[in-house]
């Protein structure tokens, strides 16, 4: 099945991990404010449905996608938080722009999660265009944020199992 023809947020509920007792910063932008809301949607519905509770989830607004990783440092170094959470869109135009954006949060995530040893998810969308964006974001190929919570809870299994020396796939290290 090729992925346009895919459902890719049906995530079983009894698969994902508890998220009792984490914290979560999500950072949201507010650029295409109706398709990032409904990220934000998914993403704290499924937090909720994982057992975390409300006042351990911490958001926070940011302009645009481009400011999510600095808005997701400052997340980090001011508030407790196991992970964080950036949900964005960056619809293609007619210039390059768009890309430039993408690389640089993807880039800006990816130092973050290594420089302060926890997960910063990347949970932004790049479609070609606003009906693309609507699909991915409650539409009828699921939710990003979702699919970005799913990642948080799990990362941060995967860095307690790693701690504890124990497995997260049910099978002995």
Request: proline share 4%; with cysteine.
């Amino acid at each position: 099945m090729s992925i346009k023809e895919e459902q890719l947020s049906n995530i079983e509920p009894n698969s994902i991990p508890s998220a009792r007792g984490m914290t979560f910063g999500i950072v949201v932008s507010s650029w295409n404010m109706k398709i990032t809301e409904a990220l934000y949607k998914g993403c704290y519905e499924t937090l909720i449905k994982a057992e975390s509770s409300d006042d351990c989830l911490i958001r926070y607004d940011v302009p645009g996608s481009f400011e999510l990783p600095l808005g997701a440092q400052f997340l980090s170094e001011y508030k407790r938080v196991d992970a964080v959470i950036c949900l964005g869109c960056v619809i293609k135009g007619d210039t390059k722009h768009n890309e430039y954006i993408s690389t640089a949060v993807a880039n800006g995530l990816t130092k973050l999660s290594l420089k302060y040893n926890k997960p910063f998810v990347f949970g932004v969308l790049t479609p070609d265009n606003e009906e693309q964006a609507l699909d991915r974001s409650g539409g009828k190929y699921g939710n990003k944020g979702v699919e970005a919570a799913v990642t948080a809870i799990q990362m941060l299994h995967l860095k307690n199992a790693v701690k504890n020396g124990t497995s997260n796939s049910g099978k002995l290290p």
